[in-house]
């Protein structure tokens, strides 16, 4: 499978991991845009958020609530947060395999940065 985010749970390829269980895997995002900045990924392979069946649902719920459970380990649940999720090329999306990105630790803008 030549996908990057596959490799990483397969452990093909290093990462920073700070949360794994059956369904899900984070870790520090390479190129980090707040002090914390975490990807969490399904173990399922899936390409892009079009690509959601109904049978995924939980698998997405379990992103956001991973997501919630390392913003509380990081002392930012209550100051707030970002999660983030890209979708194709207007989106921004450049890895496709489905992730969140938790984005903490400083303040943000909206609708950019
Ligand atoms: P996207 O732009 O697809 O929403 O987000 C992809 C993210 O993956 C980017 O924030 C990028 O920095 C991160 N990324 C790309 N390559 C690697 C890598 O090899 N290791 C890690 N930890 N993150 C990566
Ligand atoms: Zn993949």
């Known amino acids: 499978m030549e996908c990057l985010f596959c490799k ?11 949360y794994e ?25 899936i390409a892009t958020l079009n690509d959601l069946n109904e049978s995924d649902l939980e698998t997405v719920g379990r992103l956001q ?12 649940a209550e100051d707030g947060y970002r999660v983030v999720m890209n979708c194709n090329k207007d989106g921004g999306q450049t890895v496709y395999h489905i992730h969140m990105h938790l984005l903490g630790g400083r303040e943000f803008t909206w609708p950019a940065g």
């Not at 397969?10 to 991991?17: F, L, Q, T, Y």
């Not at 899900?24 to 392979?45: C, E, G, M, R, S």
């Not at 609530?65 to 930012?76: D, E, I, S, T």
Request: glycine share 2%; aromatic share 6%; no cysteine.
């Open 8 to 18: 990483m749970i397969e452990r093909e390829v290093p990462a920073d991991i700070v």
């Open 21 to 45: 269980d059956e369904h899900v895997l984070a870790f520090n995002d390479i190129n980090p845009q707040a002090p914390t900045h975490v990807l969490i990924i399904p173990k399922k392979h």
């Open 65 to 76: 609530y991973v997501a919630a459970k390392l913003a509380k380990q990081n002392g930012f």
